[in-house]
């Protein structure tokens, strides 16, 4: 069974720096996509960007790029994202999700994001 | 980016009706491979989204023959037919087609 098992809630000050992280269980790690999503109080779903095990190829949103660092340990299966100064408005709760994407021969078949995490809330306060 | 609109922002349905919710991209989302490259997502009261659609009309593994996708180009729908209480929850369309991928608005979905 494919899980990704998400850090626990995390409570920190402005300025401090976090790093959560996605460990995943249950397939090939580093043959597929890993994708973070925000989702701000009582807010929509944001994508922020994804992440290639395989070769560390990154994709970031234009909104957070530069905001955030996406990583991965791929002798424990775990992707990371990290922040290096906090801010209030970075509270939210965060979601990784496996992007499946198949080879098939000569083919890519794509299934969406189909397993996700259960989210980690980061609560960011004085 | 690609600006995804969804709409209506919510819907109260009774119970065996069925629902519609719409999706528009603001580029087409038609890849050269033939697919439309769109997402639907659920995510219930309290839980993680989880996949419904992808590839705008194919089902994701476990999802009811209730829901139905469809649509080409900028314009999707997703049908749920025969609405039960369990389908309640936020509904969102994603275009999977470029980087960033980008969600709509959302749909919440109420019973009657």
């Known amino acids: 069974e494919v899980q990704l098992v998400q850090s626990g809630a995390e409570v920190k000050e402005p300025g401090e720096s976090l790093k959560i992280s996605c460990k995943t269980s249950?397939?090939?790690?580093?043959?597929?996509?890993i994708g973070w999503v925000r989702q701000m109080p009582g807010k929509g779903l944001e994508w922020m960007g994804i992440f290639y095990p395989g070769d560390s190829d990154t994709r970031y949103s234009p909104s957070f790029q530069g905001q955030v660092t996406m990583s991965a340990d791929n002798s424990i299966s775990t992707a990371y994202l990290q922040w290096s100064s906090l801010k209030a408005s970075d509270t939210a709760i965060y979601y990784c999700a496996r992007r499946r994407i198949e080879v098939a021969g000569k083919r890519y078949l794509y299934y969406g994001m189909d397993v996700w995490g259960r989210g980690t809330l980061v609560t960011v306060s004085s | 980016d690609v600006v995804v609109t969804q709409s209506p922002l919510s819907l109260s349905v009774a119970p065996g009706e069925s629902a519609s919710i719409s999706c528009r991209s603001s580029q087409s989302l038609l890849h050269s491979d033939g697919h439309n490259y769109l997402d639907w997502y659920l995510q219930k009261p309290g839980q993680s989204p989880q996949v419904l659609m992808y590839?705008?009309?194919s089902r994701a593994s476990g999802v009811p023959d209730r829901f139905s996708g469809s649509g080409s180009g900028t314009d999707f729908t997703l049908k749920i037919s025969r609405v039960e209480a369990e389908d309640v929850g936020v509904y969102y369309c994603?275009?999977?087609?470029?980087?960033?991928?980008?969600f709509g608005g959302g749909t919440k979905i109420e019973i009657k």
């Open positions: 590839l705008a009309s």
């Open positions: 249950g397939y090939s790690f580093t043959n597929y996509w």
């Open positions: 994603m275009q999977a087609l470029q980087t960033p991928n980008t």
